[in-house]
């Protein structure tokens, strides 16, 4: 893409009322609006990123057997009635809204209750299962505080998994994929050594639920790593009894801020019993579906990888979720650059080409500021030495390339 066409244009400074690096950063690079307190629109980079990591996850949702939905954003009152969930006085986050004829619904803050209701058609005999149904959808939450950027939207997407299995042994053993699972989207979005399954509350269903923290000052969590072992535990879970029970050494434990990037969550019947989702079992007896729910935050994700990643420079984006592999700039040798532009992107090789008539300091400060991991730099002494410039965004030295290799040096 040419930087002359993108609309949005990065600032110098960061905006006075963000708190967080990651909203600030974002905002200054040009990838996100914000619209709102805790309410933000992704602009073309940011979109980028996030239909990156989306699509992470959904590659390794469909491995595990993952078929993709989109349920509704407006949300039946009657479904949610069923479980006692509808209740602002059970559930505090609700954004609520009416029909003209005053009947009350609800805007989608998760969907374990429609997608329950909505699974009743297609099981019925022990054959129909084990399902496994996803979407990456919008959230809406009253959160009373959105100081975190994109990683506490009042509005965000969600990836949430829901699996129907038929026994207490088939939802373990599909647990335990789920959870391999996550550990792989999280190393290929780059944060695997900083992010710890962690021990949290399991509910009323099962003695523990899983989150994955990711070891980072900028979290609103509190958690106890045990580095040794790669597993951690919630403050919200931890005694004595918790980490015994764990085999965990209470010396060995520190604590860390983190952020909760994602979570898995054994819910057993909770929800199939109130809203009838059984299946007929060999015997032809009607038994309730047992179920679990697995999410992720792309946008949380995001938010995470730059607080994580980002230098005083800006932006700092692993391969696998930049917006463009190649950052590209012209010092005054627009034909030479326009030719490898073409060449670049004729290889598959996503570029950004710098082709704006701006200063070079200007070029370069921008170009960290955005975060694309590598910049090829052509300039007037290219075009005698036959040369270009390149350098990982984190590099301190750059490295001179002969134009005709740098298609396959990418
Ligand atoms: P938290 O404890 O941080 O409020 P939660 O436990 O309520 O989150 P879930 O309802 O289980 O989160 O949501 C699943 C995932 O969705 C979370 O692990 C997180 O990655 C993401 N998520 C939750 N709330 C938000 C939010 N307000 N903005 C962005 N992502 C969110
Ligand atoms: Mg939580």
Redesign the pocket.
């Known amino acids: 893409m040419r930087q002359s066409q993108l609309f949005t244009i990065p600032r110098k400074e960061s905006p006075k009322d963000e708190e967080s690096k990651n909203a600030q950063l974002l905002i200054r690079a040009g990838y996100i609006h914000k619209e709102m307190a805790g309410v933000y629109a992704f602009l073309p980079l940011g979109l980028r990123v996030l239909e990156k990591v989306i699509g992470i996850i959904r590659e390794e949702m469909n491995a595990i057997g993952g078929q993709e939905v989109s349920m509704t954003a407006l949300q039946n009152p009657e479904t949610w009635k069923a479980t006692g969930r509808f209740d602002d006085a059970v559930v505090d986050n609700w954004f609520k809204t009416r029909l003209k004829n005053d009947t009350e619904l609800g805007l989608a803050f998760?969907h374990e209750e429609p997608m329950t209701a909505m699974m009743r058609p297609f099981v019925r005999s022990y054959r129909d299962l084990p399902r496994y149904v996803y979407q990456f959808q919008t959230?809406f939450?009253n959160?009373t505080r959105a100081k975190s950027g994109?990683?506490?939207?009042?509005e965000?997407v969600?990836k949430?998994l829901y699996s129907f299995s038929r026994s207490q042994e088939e939802l373990d053993s599909f647990y335990e994929e789920a959870a391999a699972a996550y550990a792989r989207v999280f190393a290929r979005v780059g944060i695997g050594q900083s992010t710890y399954k962690t021990f949290a509350s399991g509910g009323v269903f099962s003695k523990y639920s899983h989150?994955y923290q990711t070891v980072c000052d900028a979290g609103?969590?509190i958690v106890y790593v045990d580095e040794e072992k790669g597993i951690a535990v919630n403050k919200e879970v931890y005694t004595d009894e918790v980490i015994a029970d764990l085999g965990l050494d209470r010396s060995k434990l520190v604590e860390k801020k983190s952020i909760?990037?994602?979570?898995i969550f054994k819910l057993g019947t909770k929800f199939s019993e109130p809203l009838n989702l059984t299946f007929k079992d060999e015997a032809g007896v009607a038994v309730p579906v047992v179920m679990g729910s697995y999410?992720?935050?792309p946008?949380?994700?995001m938010g995470t990888i730059v607080e994580l990643l980002a230098d005083e420079k800006g932006l700092v984006w692993p391969e696998s979720v930049a917006p463009f592999r190649v950052h590209l700039l012209s010092l005054g040798a627009d034909e030479k650059a326009e030719e490898i532009y073409r060449a670049l992107t004729e290889a598959g090789i996503e570029t950004l080409y710098d082709d704006r008539d701006a200063r070079a300091g200007e070029k370069f400060a921008e170009s960290d500021l955005l975060g694309i991991p590598h910049r090829v730099v052509v300039g007037r002494k290219s075009l005698e030495t036959g040369m270009a410039e390149v350098k990982g965004r984190t590099d301190e030295e750059t490295r001179s390339i002969p134009i005709q290799d740098i298609v396959n040096f990418f």
Do not use: Y
Request: net charge negative.
């Open positions: 998760t959230k939450r959160e994109i990683m506490r939207g009042r965000f969600m949430d989150e609103e969590d909760e990037v994602g979570n999410g992720i935050g946008g949380r994700l």
